[in-house]
């Protein structure tokens, strides 16, 4: 039994002398060898330590790329006109800069339209000018008026339109000529338009013993004054008016505005004259240019109609009461009788 456990010891002793050294950790107690399998560890119930396998390291990927610069954003220009629409064409622009990575740009094209032309505007206010006609040796015609002519027509497109002409005011651009007759006087106001003076308002005058009046009213404007006229002859326009009977060295005046009513030599073509700020004298025999004594237009004496329209209401009114209470006074009389 002795002989038997000393083989064992022997055998024992030669197998661990034929190993490498052993590198002994004197702090954790654990035997490290360079041998690729080791030999398990004598269990230590006193001092044990678990020794975990160190993971391996992961391999860094691949570098992130750098962003590019950003894109600079293209404004949105829009131009807006008056009354006009615009147009505008949008162009999508897109460029790649890095894998996977795309910008867009977009880029607004205004498109203009072309400037419609200009649209004529109204014809301006009236203003009052002062005419003269000097004769021989005196001066026989006064005129002071703010004149605007509305011209109704049939175009080339058979469309009936207005027109406003209004008289100048200022002696650069109009020109008055006229006669001195003893018994006929008159006075031609012309004006410079698309044609040189081809547009222009006469006045005569006649007289008839210690009192002269305004006779008629004549009117020739130009065809370029009319816009798209189908007619290419002179337009005459003439008012008849042989009224207002003023004394010989007074003057007329008429405030206010009135309206004349213009005949034509042209088929549907009418025109209305409106003058305002109208005083006059003709038959003069003095070099001043000073009006007489005025004597106010006959068209003040319009106000004498609503007048008398109101009085004779009130008349009728009280006509109607009176009856209404001799009836009622006659009923009640006979109801006293019959009782």
Request: hydrophobic share 30%; net charge neutral; charged share 15%.
């Amino acid at each position: 039994m002795k002989f038997s456990m000393i083989i064992c010891v022997c055998w024992l002793v030669i197998s661990v002398s034929g190993q490498p050294a052993d590198k002994i950790d004197s702090t954790k107690n654990v035997v490290r060898t360079s041998d690729t399998y080791p030999p398990e560890p004598a269990p230590d119930t006193n001092n044990t330590t678990t020794v975990k396998p160190t993971p391996e390291p992961t391999p860094p990927g691949p570098e992130p790329t750098p962003p590019g610069p950003e894109p600079t954003p293209t404004p949105n220009t829009t131009t807006t006109e008056p009354t006009t629409t615009t147009t505008a064409k949008t162009t999508t622009t897109t460029t790649t800069l890095a894998p996977n990575t795309t910008t867009s740009t977009t880029t607004t094209t205004t498109a203009t339209p072309p400037t419609p032309a200009p649209t004529p505007g109204p014809a301006p206010a009236p203003k009052s000018g002062k005419w003269i006609v000097n004769g021989t040796n005196h001066t026989c015609i006064v005129v002071k008026m703010a004149a605007q002519f509305n011209v109704t027509y049939l175009n080339k497109d058979n469309k009936n339109v207005s027109q406003l002409i209004t008289l100048p005011s200022d002696n650069m651009t109009t020109n008055a000529s006229g006669d001195c007759g003893a018994n006929e006087q008159f006075i031609m106001i012309s004006w410079n338009s698309t044609v040189a003076f081809n547009d222009s308002l006469v006045l005569h005058f006649n007289k008839n013993g210690t009192k002269y009046s305004l006779h008629h009213i004549e009117t020739y404007l130009a065809p370029a004054e009319l816009p798209n006229y189908q007619y290419s002859t002179t337009l005459m326009l003439m008012h008849n008016t042989s009224e207002y009977p003023i004394a010989v060295s007074n003057s007329y005046r008429c405030a206010k505005a009135v309206k004349l009513n213009l005949n034509s030599n042209v088929p549907n073509t009418t025109a209305v004259l409106e003058i305002s700020d109208l005083q006059f004298q003709a038959f003069r025999s003095d070099n001043t240019t000073t009006f007489g004594f005025a004597e106010d237009c006959a068209f003040e004496t319009q106000d004498v109609v609503p007048i008398a329209v109101g009085c004779a209401l009130i008349a009728l009114v009280i006509i109607v009461l009176a009856a209404y209470l001799v009836g009622r006074r006659r009923s009640q009389a006979r109801g006293y009788r019959s009782m």
